[in-house]
């Protein structure tokens, strides 16, 4: 099957960092991927792994561990914009060519004063 | 430098019409697929298609569904004799064909389907 668990919600202050976690069980693996939606917007490409290790990306960082089907998302320097659903995303290659991704149910970060 | 564009952004129909639901790639991207987004649930996986062609339709239910991406002209997904459980948001997303970027989806806007 198919299953990517990340929190609901989370809440953090204004300048903090905040961990957002991602565990995974899927059939076929060729990447990992995390997405920031605003309410009502598109989802925009934040980061992509598929060798394990940290990628650092301005404010926004993220890991993969894929023995322990486990990722996170960490963003420094929290900023009132930064409320917003984080998708985490895996790419499957179960059945070959295909790209398609399988996306968790998303974390909405609210970012307090 | 266009993203993806989906129109309508909205779109409100009566059961049993039918929706048609538009999607222009980023100039350049061979690659489209579309994911619908249920409210409080993630983005679902329905179709992936490259010019001209099918190549993952898992997603997508097998009846009233159907995706088109011509030669010419942007990515269609039509969906005949809607019902209320149709009403979502529905992404379309493109990536390139070649070079190092070849992993990253980008996605539109979205098309807000309402079905009465």
């Known amino acids: 099957g198919q299953n990517i668990d990340q929190p609901t919600e989370m809440t953090a202050t204004e300048g903090a960092i905040v961990q957002i976690n991602c565990t995974y069980q899927t059939s076929g693996f060729n990447g990992l991927f995390w997405y920031q939606q605003h309410a009502g917007e598109a989802p925009t490409f934040l980061s992509y792994n598929v060798l394990d290790g940290l990628e650092e990306k301005g404010r926004f960082s993220s890991f993969l561990s894929r023995s322990k089907g486990y990722s996170y998302l960490l963003l420094k320097e929290l900023q009132m914009k930064d409320s917003a659903s984080y998708l985490c995303a895996v790419r499957d290659l179960l059945d070959g060519a295909t790209n398609k991704l399988i996306f968790g149910t998303g974390t909405l970060l609210a970012v307090q004063p | 430098n266009a993203g993806v564009m989906q129109n309508p952004r909205h779109l409100v129909r009566r059961r049993g019409q039918e929706a048609r639901l538009r999607c222009s790639p980023v100039?350049?991207?061979?690659?489209v697929y579309w994911y619908r987004q249920l409210p409080e649930e993630g983005l679902k996986f329905m179709v992936y298609l490259q010019k001209e062609n099918i190549i993952d339709e898992s997603g997508m239910p097998k009846e009233r569904f159907s995706a088109e991406f011509p030669k010419e002209g942007p990515s269609i997904l039509r969906i005949q004799q809607v019902v209320r459980g149709d009403s979502a948001a529905y992404f379309c997303?493109?990536?390139?064909?070649?070079?190092?970027?070849?992993?990253?989806?980008?996605f539109g806007p979205g098309t807000r389907l309402t079905v009465l």
């Open positions: 100039k350049g991207h061979s690659h």
């Open positions: 997303a493109s990536s390139p064909d070649l070079g190092i970027d070849t992993d990253t989806q980008y």
